[in-house]
């Protein structure tokens, strides 16, 4: 087993980590998935893979299609058990999101496509952010701080690296990782554990 692919396998273990983490706060009752935001990431990763593949991206791009194929199956889930509550600009995102992805295929350069698949992800945010704000107990960070390692990792699945093939999962990480941090942020604002598998008391008020 060549290095390249050592990272990927690394990588791919541990997204399983993070989503193990993920879907066992979902059977806990204390995380509710957002279904428009798991499904434009499923969406959005899979143009991100293939754009991947187009700049031989090498293993890397196949841990991205594990992660595309495992977001679009917690969006399913989400649409069942998830947040219920859709507000006007979470339409408008997913709105937004689908029709701007086809634009990767028409731009004709794998670049300028990650960069437009970058542009969406940003949106893609919006749903689970605006969400988080109010009810940061219902996304878990350490999940999130997964993501990002997960992402670190894949930085070194990418043979001959050059900072056009780095680009999308380097952003992938430093995304997730931000949102981590604003998860704990708005938690401690709020009087809720910094995290999920803590036993301390939430108080009355931040119920």
């Known amino acids: 087993m ?16 993070r ?4 879907f066992y706060t979902i059977y806990q009752g204390k995380t509710k998935p957002h279904a428009f935001s798991w499904l434009l ?14 700049m031989n991206a ?15 199956l917690i969006a399913i889930l989400a649409f069942f058990i998830g947040e219920k509550d859709y507000k006007k600009s979470d339409w408008f995102a997913l ?27 940003v949106l893609t945010y919006w749903p689970t952010i605006r969400k988080s704000y109010h009810k940061p107990q219902t996304e878990p960070p350490i999940s999130y701080g997964f ?10 699945a ?3 690296p050059t900072w056009e093939t ?22 401690a604002q709020l009087g809720y554990p910094l995290h999920e598998y803590s036993r301390k008391t939430i108080p009355p008020e931040a119920r």
């Open 19 to 22: 989503y193990g983490t993920y």
């Open 158 to 160: 990418v043979p001959n």
């Open 147 to 156: 993501a990002g390692m997960r992402y670190f990792l894949m930085l070194f």
């Open 95 to 121: 709105i937004a999101c689908i029709l701007a992805i086809p634009l990767w295929k028409a731009a004709q350069n794998p670049l300028i496509a990650i960069l437009v698949v970058m542009i969406i992800d």
């Open 41 to 54: 990431w499923g969406m959005v990763t899979g143009v991100g893979t293939f754009a991947q593949f187009e």
């Open 2 to 17: 060549d290095q390249y692919v050592f990272f990927a396998a690394a990588a791919v273990t541990l997204a399983l980590c």
């Open 58 to 72: 090498g293993p890397s791009a196949w841990a991205l299609a594990f992660v595309s194929v495992t977001c679009t």
């Open 166 to 187: 780095l680009l999308y999962p380097f952003f992938l990480m430093l995304t997730d990782w931000g949102f981590a941090i604003y998860i704990v942020v708005r938690r």
